[in-house]
């Protein structure tokens, strides 16, 4: 039997039309975003409690802690100026990811138990949110595998095809969603970075780094988005594959 969409929006003679993805799914995935968010803050309060400039002096002396800007040579005064820099905008960028993935658990986990809710009342149960973290989470853990956000992408795409044709969509999403904690802590070390450039009077150094690395953030996103989205429409055509044969 084709798969066809229904006026409640699930697609009839798919494997996985009509189920509904558990509310402990839900939690556990909540879960796990606001640990991760933790440990991001418990990170940058350790930066901003236990690294100051002295600490940082002493490591620049004791050439423990080295910085070097391309073939900039740096006197010591310097080195401190820029690591205290780098160090004060990377505890601020970890305190703010990790703040802003705690208040994302909680608002996933609020509106997923207010869809859950009103589906005790015959209203249809959307869990594209769940599917984009379901990949998001594939991403992560396949990291280690080359174009992984087209994995991540395509186990979301795969699921969303059960109830709507927004496969794509939900991919992107999937290859984007991990990235953006990880590119908030570059952009923190890229502020950092310009900024401690700026303080010791190296303002041709700021702009050439910070625009080369402005640049790579951008083709980061961009690649994990666009891998995510090719994995999200490869995934919905599978599923419709398997639904086509069944």
Do not use: C
Request: proline fraction near 4%.
């Amino acid at each position: 039997m084709d798969p066809t969409l229904t006026d409640e929006g699930n697609w009839e003679g798919h494997p996985t039309a009509g189920t509904t993805v558990p509310a402990f799914v839900d939690w556990i995935l909540g879960a796990i975003v606001a640990l991760f968010g933790l440990l991001a803050i418990v990170g940058g309060s350790a930066l901003a409690f236990l690294v100051d400039r002295d600490v940082l002096a002493e490591g620049i002396e004791d050439e423990v802690v080295t910085v070097t800007v391309g073939t900039t040579e740096l006197t010591e005064a310097e080195q401190l100026e820029v690591a205290d820099a780098i160090v004060s905008w990377i505890g601020t960028g970890l305190l703010l990811t990790g703040l802003g993935m705690v208040v994302f658990a909680i608002g996933f986990v609020v509106a997923r138990h207010r869809a859950h809710g009103r589906s005790r009342q015959d209203e249809p149960v959307r869990s594209y949110g769940t599917f984009a973290l379901l990949g998001a989470f594939a991403t992560t853990v396949l990291s280690f595998i080359p174009f992984s956000p087209a994995l991540g992408g395509a186990l979301a795409g795969y699921l969303e095809r059960g109830e709507s044709e927004r496969t794509v969509s939900v991919g992107t999403l999937a290859g984007l969603l991990p990235l953006i904690p990880v590119l908030a802590i570059i952009a923190s070390v890229l502020v950092g970075l310009v900024s401690g450039m700026l303080a010791i009077g190296q303002p041709g150094a700021a702009i050439a780094v910070g625009t080369a690395m402005f640049f790579a953030l951008m083709l980061i996103a961009t690649l994990g988005a666009v891998l995510g989205a090719l994995g999200g429409y490869l995934g919905g055509k599978f599923a419709e594959h398997r639904a086509s044969a069944d």
